[in-house]
């Protein structure tokens, strides 16, 4: 993956990155009642901020992967689709998703994905 450099782009901070997660995965996060769902919710949203931040969140690829974490549970499937769709994506502005995709364009930012534990609270619950 090359990134086209621009001399106005500017990489985005932790901070920044994990204050746009945050905002990303608070639809499916803020309804859990316990810390071991927020982790699973935490995992979901990270899978689902990986097709974003690469463009690859089409309707056939986010139902793909859905499947593979649900399984056979069409129902979970189909709201947790819907809820990336029209919630979760929506949180974050078009401005903000497209400098999401210049950040993660370049690959030192795209190979600490990897890594990269958001931070957002477990133990709140």
């Not at 974003?52 to 499937?77: A, C, M, P, Q």
Request: charged share 30%.
């Amino acid at each position: 993956m090359k990134q086209k450099h621009s001399k106005f782009t500017r990489e985005l901070t932790n901070n920044e990155l994990n204050r746009l997660f945050e905002r990303f995965s608070r639809p499916m996060v803020r309804p859990c009642i316990n810390s071991r769902q927020k982790r699973s919710a935490v995992g979901i949203a990270k899978t689902l901020w990986l097709r974003l931040v690469t463009g690859t969140d089409t309707e056939e690829h986010i139902y793909e992967d859905l499947r593979l974490i649900f399984k056979d549970n069409h129902n979970s499937n189909l709201a947790v689709g819907s809820m990336y769709f029209f919630k979760m994506k929506s949180e974050l502005t078009k401005a903000q998703i497209s400098n999401l995709k210049k950040h993660y364009g370049d690959e030192r930012n795209f190979n600490r994905l990897e890594h990269w534990e958001p931070s957002v609270s477990i133990e709140s619950c």
